[in-house]
């Protein structure tokens, strides 16, 4: 893009100039320029402006054409981000030996389904000790009494998930049966459109949203499995934190705490046995921040891995779908079910999910980012992190200390997210209803989708140029392990690995001195879910932590 063109939206593309509207009639001046210039470290000569003022004002026209062009929040940019670097081809998919338990009693206790696996409800339908209608209604119940509370749900999908719920009964009843989900009730999270119920995105000025006949191909593959949507849940407006239209979606573990965000509600009413499982979604921490605070299994895949059709698009290079449940082997039985391409979201790859449940630690490489560990401040967080080290080698794992990838510039890289973003929301900040909005502050979407529109096209290809270095050397650092362990938060890993595509898997490794869960993250390679998965399995039963569930919910 010329320098001429550039600068043109960089003054007049969101209708602003230092935070005042712009009238039609602009004329940009050579003080225009001058300051123009200080903001996007650019300088230039008298000489060079008064050259560039007749490009930049005849620019102006082909500037408003664009921004007068509709552009609806599901239509991608033409460039596909790609994570995977110089590989070719995959190995082939093998078939998954799930070893479901097989002997599940229904407790004497019903409220003790509220935190049964999926794997254990999975065996009472398959066997027909409880009905997909019978668990659909416990759920819905659990929905209406807990939600308030929480402030964890959006709307409850009470018809669907009934009418859905008697279908999966019908089709067992007949001999059918579709797996492991199969009669399963789940939540999503309100970014993932439905046909018949509104879509909010947790935002104020779309919460009354409704997307036709779009239907997310997740819940679509879900409706595939015989699983049963029971509700969607909140989400921190526009996916960010957990501050949505309708309050705070809480922590179940501490009511005075949020639940982190911005997949608030599917990780707070996994939590508190609302659902058995739900999904969520991450471009920068919002599964494994959620799944951190509120103590659930969290799995982040490999962009690419899961279609984004029917999403919210926050960063179409960093946006990820994954599940959110009670353990790893939920994780692994539901991301088994969305995975995989469908023709409309083209950055999607067709790679095997070869999941093991029973791995033998000893034969992998296991790596740990010793200089976080070594540098968490907190001490109970530091001790709770240590023990998943000492408990890693007890399995067997030969444990090899790692250096991360740093000297950066990492910030710079996150503007790939900011620019992607304010895209995404142009016409909200260009219609000024992004007042609507409920936080207001400086670090809020408003002012950072404003923010953004002086990131300049150069910079933000630059960004991405960076960010196929950090790729490389990330790559050549995971050849050598099968999964590292690393602090959930802090640092740059989780910056890094969301630039990246790397998959991730979060669950809870003990809690703080008042009660509230802590947690570790496993890193894998590219396309490999399935080791990361089994080693957290392997960690989870082991330990139990994934077994102790929020005292406030627990037989309510």
């Known amino acids: 893009m010329p320098i001429a063109a550039l600068l043109a939206v960089l003054l007049v593309s969101s209708g602003f100039v230092m935070g005042y509207k712009v009238a039609q009639e602009i004329k940009i001046e050579k003080a225009d320029v001058q300051s123009a210039q200080k903001i996007i470290d650019l300088q230039l000569t008298d000489a060079e402006i008064e050259q560039l003022l007749p490009n930049l004002n005849r620019g102006l026209a082909d500037v408003r054409e664009l921004h007068e062009y509709p552009l609806d929040n599901a239509t991608p940019p033409a460039v596909l981000f790609n994570p995977n670097i110089g590989r070719t081809n995959f190995p082939a998919q093998k078939k998954i030996e799930w070893l479901l338990p097989n002997k599940v009693e229904m407790p004497k206790d019903k409220n003790d389904l509220a935190f049964y696996t999926v794997a254990q409800l999975s065996s009472l339908i398959k066997n027909k000790k409880i009905s997909s209608v019978e668990l659909t209604q416990f759920f819905l119940d659990r929905l209406e009494k807990h939600g308030g509370t929480l402030e964890a749900v959006i709307t409850i999908t009470k018809e669907r998930a009934l009418a859905q719920a008697k279908k999966a009964d019908d089709l067992l009843a007949k001999g059918t049966y579709l797996g492991p989900l199969h009669g399963i009730p789940y939540g ?18 779309y919460k009354d949203q409704d997307r036709g006949d779009e239907l997310a191909t997740v819940i679509k593959k879900l409706d595939d499995a015989g699983a049963v949507l029971v509700a969607k849940l909140t989400l921190g407006a526009l996916a960010m934190g957990d501050v949505w239209y309708g309050g705070t979606t809480k922590n179940p573990w501490n009511l005075e705490q949020g639940a982190s965000g911005s997949s608030a509600g599917s990780a707070s009413a996994t939590s508190a046995g609302l659902v058995p499982f739900a999904l969520g979604t991450e471009t920068l921490g919002s599964i ?6 509120n103590g659930v299994t969290g799995l982040r895949p490999t962009f690419g891995r899961v279609s984004k059709s029917g999403a919210m698009a926050l960063s179409w290079s960093m946006d990820k779908i994954g599940p959110i449940a009670r353990n790893a082997f ?3 039985l539901v991301f088994e079910v969305i995975r995989g391409s469908d023709g409309i979201d083209l950055s999607v790859q067709d790679a095997p999910f070869n999941y093991n449940g029973k791995m033998d630690l000893s034969k992998l490489r296991v790596g740990y980012l010793k200089s976080y560990f070594d540098n968490t401040r907190n001490e109970t967080q530091k001790k709770n992190d240590q023990q998943v080290l000492d408990e890693l080698i007890k399995l067997g794992a030969d444990l090899k200390p790692v250096e991360w990838v740093s ?28 007042s609507l909005l409920v936080r207001q502050n400086s670090g809020a979407w408003p002012n950072s989708f404003r923010e953004a529109r002086f990131i300049t096209a150069v910079d933000y290809i630059n960004s991405n140029r960076v960010r196929y270095e950090v790729m490389q050397k990330v790559n050549e650092l995971m050849k050598d392990y ?9 640092n740059n890993q989780l910056s890094t690995t969301n630039l990246t595509g790397h998959p991730a898997v979060v669950m809870k490794n003990g809690y703080t001195q008042n009660g509230s869960p802590t947690s570790i993250s496993f890193i894998g390679n590219l396309y490999d879910e399935a080791t990361i998965l089994a080693v957290a399995r392997a960690y989870q039963e082991a330990t139990g932590f994934d077994e102790e ?4 919910f627990v037989k309510k």
Request: charged fraction near 20%; aromatic fraction near 6%.
């Open 288 to 293: 494994v921040s959620p799944s951190t605070r």
């Open 188 to 205: 999503a999270k309100d970014l993932l459109a439905v046909p018949g119920y509104k879509t909010t995105w947790g935002a104020a000025p």
């Open 482 to 490: 099968d999964v590292v362990i690393s602090p959930s938060l802090g």
């Open 330 to 332: 939920d994780c692994a």
């Open 407 to 434: 000297d950066l510039p990492f910030g710079g890289m996150l503007n790939i997210l900011s620019a992607e973003a304010a895209a995404a929301f142009d016409e909200l900040t260009r219609s000024n209803r992004d």
């Open 549 to 552: 569930n929020p005292p406030l």
